[in-house]
């Protein structure tokens, strides 16, 4: 099994920045992705970001050229920097692992952006 646990969620002004970090325990597969969905009030989960261990990222398009991330493999963690957060970046998100067993999900937190 896999944990993740993640940190940085809570209230955020719009234009500003926001960062936040996902470590993994457990039985860690070395070759995975990690990265963060979210979901907003009545939408679908939806992909923010994903990073894979050899440094694959891809982006949703809603967030291109705010957001960056990382991860430090030997921490088996995630970050997520956003900058220049939105209203519409409200949502609670969701660390996420996949490897060759399949999907795990960090508990949620929320993120509330205020205009």
């Known amino acids: 099994q896999v944990q993740l646990v993640e940190s940085g969620g809570g209230l955020g002004q719009a234009g500003g920045p926001r960062r936040r970090s996902c470590p993994a325990s457990?039985?860690?597969?070395?070759?995975?992705?990690m990265g963060w969905y979210r979901q907003a009030p009545g939408k679908q989960r939806e992909l923010v970001a994903f990073?894979?261990?050899?440094?694959?990222?891809n982006y949703a398009d809603s967030v291109k050229g705010r957001c960056s991330i990382s991860r430090d493999n030997a921490r088996n963690t995630v970050y997520l920097q956003m900058n220049s957060l939105r209203p519409e970046d409200t949502a609670v998100y969701y660390c996420?692992?996949?490897?060759?067993?399949?999907?795990?999900w960090g508990q949620g937190t929320q993120v509330t952006v205020s205009s």
């Open positions: 996420h692992l996949r490897d060759v067993r399949g999907m795990y």
């Open positions: 457990g039985s860690i597969v070395s070759t995975n992705a």
């Open positions: 990073i894979s261990s050899s440094n694959y990222i």
